[in-house]
């Protein structure tokens, strides 16, 4: 079985990106990825009318220490894509498409900074969370109603 263990932070970080870009093509929402190192945001999904959703995207290895999902709160962002990955090959990964209000309000958040985090122990326990995992049209509901 192979291993994404010999793959650097880039790399996994990249490949979330890749990852989110083809679920939202898959479910009928045209994506594209940013240049890298855009500020606030990683894709553009394109929504009915020509509206543009801001996504950033975040990826970690379900592997050693317990995973965290850790960010910089912007307005500017729509929604946040938190992907894990799990460290052998072979199963796929969890993914959550969250509008940003929602999992800010569910995270720590830090006094001086626009640092916000929460642990993919706590994630995985709190039902209010639940609802956005792998819900890929998620962009489409909430700014248009449609499911």
Not at 34 to 49: G, K, M, S
Not at 82 to 90: I, K, L, S
Not at 118 to 128: F, G, N, V
Request: hydrophobic share 40%; proline share 7%.
């Amino acid at each position: 079985m192979m291993s994404n263990l010999n793959l650097n932070t880039k790399q996994i970080g990249d490949a979330g990106e890749h990852f989110a870009l083809a679920m939202f093509g898959f479910n009928g929402l045209p994506a594209i990825k940013a240049p890298d190192n855009w500020p606030d945001y990683d894709l553009l999904v394109r929504l009915p009318e020509g509206r543009l959703g801001k996504i950033s995207v975040k990826t970690s290895r379900a592997s050693g220490t317990q995973p965290e999902l850790v960010w910089d709160y912007s307005d500017e962002v729509d929604f946040l894509v938190y992907v894990v990955v799990p460290a052998e090959g072979g199963d796929a990964p969890e993914a959550w498409i969250f509008p940003i209000q929602d999992i800010a309000a569910a995270a720590s958040s830090s006094d001086k900074e626009r640092k916000r985090w929460i642990s993919l122990k706590r994630l995985r326990k709190l039902p209010e969370l639940a609802r956005w995992k792998n819900h890929w049209r998620a962009p489409l509901e909430q700014f248009t109603g449609v499911t």
